[in-house]
Structures are given as C-alpha cells and as structure tokens.
C-alpha cells in the first residue's frame, strides 16, 4: 500500500464516503489498511483518517492526536494519546453532555472547509487493534471523543456537514492554505 490522496466528496470516487462499510475479515486485511492509513495521515498530516477516506469500504480508522501546542493550550488537563487503531468498532455507550467545535475533514474540499458540530463529550468504545485483541475504552477526553465519532460516521457513511445544523453553515470557513494539495507540491 503506499499514500493515497483522500477521496472527495462530490467526485466519482468519493461516493464511497456516503456508503456503509463492511467489517474486516481477517487482520492480515486489517494491518494492510492501518499501514495504508497511517502513511497517508503521517504525509498529509490531521487527526484521524478512515478506510473509506482512501478508498477501503472497510470498517477501520485510526486517531493519531499529538501534544502539539495547540492541542495543550484547548485542553490544559489533556493527556496525549497519540496513535490508536480501531478495527470493526462499535460504539457501546455516548454520553447526554455534548460540546460544540469546529471540524474539517481531509475528505471535504481537501481539508480546507471548517464547520461547528455538535459532539457528545465522552464515549465508550468496543474494537480490535490490529493484532486482533478485543479492547472497551471509555473516551473521556472530548477532543479524542470528538475525533472518534467524526472518524466512525465515515464508516457509516456520514460527513461531519450532516452533522451541522442549518443555522450554523453561516459559521462555515474556508481556509485555502490548509488544501493539503499544497504538500503534494511542497514534497
Ligand atoms: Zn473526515
């Protein structure tokens, strides 16, 4: 497998987005998507990236969120938590409290448009890693919560603009500079 440009909503190739995608058979097919994934997010650079992003209607993502300064100055009390791979998830409980914060997604005009969604602050998640041992976590963290829910809708087929209420697509932004387009001309 090697980096692969995230598929695009609106274009023939990103109709997957908008597909239910199938459970994982084996986890050889597991450890070949989480390599492809995580090429592709450590190039184009994010928060998390799933298999339909790139063209795999399977249901695998992974979050890779990094103690990067702006992370620490939104969540002074926030721990890392770095990379985490997520195979056949389910999520299991979704807390009432939710919080509202800007999203983007490599997806969605190349991760340049940004818009508020509403997410539940914590969750408890059922999965695989990808040597196949069974994990429960509960995500108290809100932006690693957030991050999960965004990244598991790709694998029902949902993008985070139908997650937006109408009033707030007033609020969208776009911010050219960020198209990761711009790495590929970079490298
Ligand atoms: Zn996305």
Redesign the pocket.
Known sequence: MAIIL?KQVGTEEGRL?FQKSEEVKTFDEARAIVASLKETLDYYG?V???AP?IGIPKRVFIVDIKNTLSYKEKYPEGEEIGFVAYVNPSIIEISDQKNKDF??????IYGSLFGIVERADFLKIEYFDPQGKRHIDEIRNPFHARVVQ??F??LEGI??LQRMETKDFSKLLWEEERDIRRIDKKK
């Open positions: 995230p987005l994010g998390g990236l799933a992003q999203e983007g997604c490599l997806s969605v965004h990244e809708d790709h993008i985070f």
